[in-house]
């Protein structure tokens, strides 16, 4: 099928402009060569290219486009199909944008097309074109630095009275920057068989043991969260106040623990549901919902009540940095919760360059293997960012 692939990259500093000349040439015959065409914008720092022709090989070229150091940070914004290629005529051809007005490059845009139709800018991969030439986006084309920038420091918690054979997982939810632990989140270990005989009791009756364990080793300024099926309040008779006795007999306040409910989790009854968190609220816990974008509620289940929290889901953080369309939803969800004033967190980090995206973007809450391990040995190993710049040689 053809294949239209369209991405954003920022020329290294100091290039030769005869560098970016001879690339064009040499991908011009390189593309004709695997009978694919294209476009590329150039503004003096940024390039947009559009490549079109048989999906295996425009996913070829992509490839080797990738690991050419003549530019960094290439973000693909569109990968899509087409039944007609836009740009026919040539392998790759350049255009300048700082040679001509916005008219005149959308002009020169337009009269290299290929199509039987008279191309026009309500063409989705065109529209790319459009807010590139206008510069209309250039404050979110973050210029990230090079991953070995950062090193990582270690630090460990001691929480060897945690017993391995309660926990199954534990991280940390930290401000890497600021250096600061906001919460610690706790998984308990399951046993199938006793979830399949009842779930619900279950769910609940595991969060004694895990807030007992957080109220062992967390200062008075941390917070503790736990994870709860929506239904578990609803099905499970008295079940805010048997939480509320854990927390107390777990030397906690109810303000140190954040109920994290799933998003793909959210059942129905919403509007029973969110009365139970307005109760759970009334009490002083706090409210997140995790695994936030790939569910079934989505901006729906935000307008039946805000969480204090949205922890995103790690598919959606993945390989963010490179990724133009979750970078559109990302930021998109961050500008709601500026709105809301409700805290967006990134879960499942895992690369630097992941991290230097969503700090970037404006996210300052983390979780994920990037910054905490939990080893089983009895020690939370924390991990902070440390810029090489300070680092005396």
Same mark, same amino acid.
Request: some cysteine; charged content about 25%; aromatic content about 10%.
């Given at each position: 099928?053809?294949? &239209?692939?369209?991405?954003?990259?920022?020329?290294?500093?100091?290039?030769?402009?005869?560098?970016?000349?001879?690339? *064009?040439?040499?991908?011009?015959?390189?593309?004709?060569?695997?009978?694919? &065409?294209?476009?590329?914008?150039?503004?003096?720092?940024?390039?947009?290219?559009?490549?079109?022709?048989?999906?295996?090989?425009?996913?070829?070229?992509?490839?080797?486009?990738?690991?050419?150091?003549?530019?960094?940070?290439?973000?693909?914004?569109?990968? #899509?199909?087409?039944?007609?290629?836009?740009?026919?005529?040539?392998?790759?051809?350049? !255009?300048?944008?700082?040679?001509?007005?916005?008219?005149?490059?959308?002009?020169?845009?337009?009269?290299?097309?290929?199509?039987?139709?008279?191309?026009?800018?309500?063409?989705?991969?065109?529209? $790319?074109?459009?807010?590139?030439?206008?510069?209309?986006?250039?404050?979110?084309?973050?210029?990230?630095?090079?991953?070995?920038?950062?090193?990582?420091?270690?630090?460990?918690?001691?929480?060897?009275? *945690?017993?391995?054979?309660?926990?199954?997982?534990?991280?940390?939810?930290?401000?890497?920057?600021?250096?600061?632990?906001?919460?610690?989140?706790?998984?308990?270990?399951? #046993?199938?068989? *006793?979830?399949?005989?009842?779930?619900?009791?279950?769910?609940?009756?595991?969060?004694?043991?895990?807030?007992?364990?957080?109220?062992?080793?967390? &200062?008075?300024?941390?917070?503790?969260?736990? &994870?709860?099926?929506?239904?578990?309040?609803?099905?499970?008779?008295?079940? !805010?106040?048997?939480?509320?006795?854990?927390?107390?007999?777990?030397?906690?306040?109810?303000?140190?623990?954040?109920?994290?409910?799933?998003?793909?989790?959210?059942?129905?009854?919403? #509007?029973?549901?969110?009365?139970?968190?307005?109760?759970?609220?009334?009490?002083?816990?706090?409210?997140?919902?995790?695994?936030?974008?790939?569910?079934?509620?989505?901006?729906?289940?935000?307008?039946?009540?805000?969480?204090?929290?949205?922890?995103?889901?790690?598919?959606?953080?993945?390989?963010?940095?490179?990724?133009?369309?979750?970078?559109?939803?990302?930021?998109?969800?961050?500008?709601?919760?500026?709105?809301?004033?409700?805290?967006?967190?990134?879960?499942?980090?895992?690369?630097?360059?992941?991290?230097?995206?969503?700090?970037?973007?404006?996210?300052?809450?983390?979780?994920?293997?990037?910054?905490?391990?939990?080893?089983?040995?009895?020690?939370?190993?924390? $991990?902070?960012?440390?810029?090489?710049?300070? !680092?005396?040689?």
């Amino acid at each position: 099928m053809l294949t &239209t692939l369209i991405y954003r990259s920022h020329l290294r500093a100091d290039t030769p402009i005869q560098s970016i000349i001879d690339m *064009v040439s040499e991908a011009n015959s390189r593309n004709e060569c695997a009978g694919v &065409t294209g476009v590329l914008l150039f503004n003096g720092i940024h390039f947009l290219q559009l490549l079109e022709g048989d999906e295996a090989a425009v996913m070829q070229i992509y490839e080797k486009i990738c690991l050419d150091t003549l530019h960094f940070n290439i973000v693909e914004l569109l990968s #899509d199909y087409a039944p007609y290629r836009r740009f026919g005529r040539s392998g790759m051809e350049l !255009i300048d944008i700082r040679l001509f007005s916005k008219e005149e490059c959308l002009d020169r845009v337009l009269q290299r097309g290929t199509t039987q139709h008279k191309m026009l800018y309500n063409d989705r991969a065109l529209r $790319f074109f459009r807010t590139f030439i206008d510069s209309a986006e250039t404050d979110s084309y973050y210029e990230l630095p090079d991953r070995y920038s950062w090193f990582f420091s270690s630090d460990q918690i001691n929480v060897s009275s *945690v017993d391995p054979d309660i926990i199954e997982d534990m991280h940390a939810v930290i401000d890497p920057l600021a250096a600061q632990i906001h919460s610690f989140v706790l998984n308990a270990k399951s #046993d199938n068989d *006793v979830i399949k005989a009842n779930n619900l009791l279950f769910d609940l009756e595991s969060k004694k043991d895990l807030l007992k364990i957080a109220g062992g080793f967390i &200062t008075s300024s941390q917070r503790v969260s736990i &994870t709860l099926l929506p239904l578990t309040l609803l099905r499970v008779p008295n079940a !805010i106040e048997i939480l509320l006795d854990y927390i107390r007999e777990s030397n906690l306040h109810p303000e140190q623990v954040l109920v994290e409910f799933s998003e793909s989790e959210i059942i129905p009854e919403i #509007d029973e549901f969110a009365h139970s968190v307005q109760i759970l609220k009334s009490c002083g816990l706090s409210v997140a919902i995790n695994d936030f974008g790939v569910g079934n509620a989505g901006l729906l289940f935000l307008s039946k009540f805000q969480p204090e929290k949205l922890k995103i889901h790690p598919q959606l953080i993945h390989n963010i940095h490179k990724d133009g369309s979750k970078q559109a939803i990302l930021q998109s969800l961050i500008r709601c919760g500026e709105l809301l004033e409700i805290r967006i967190c990134a879960t499942g980090v895992e690369q630097p360059e992941e991290w230097m995206w969503l700090e970037s973007a404006g996210i300052f809450c983390f979780q994920g293997n990037l910054f905490s391990k939990y080893d089983k040995n009895g020690y939370l190993k924390i $991990f902070w960012p440390e810029s090489n710049e300070f !680092i005396e040689c």
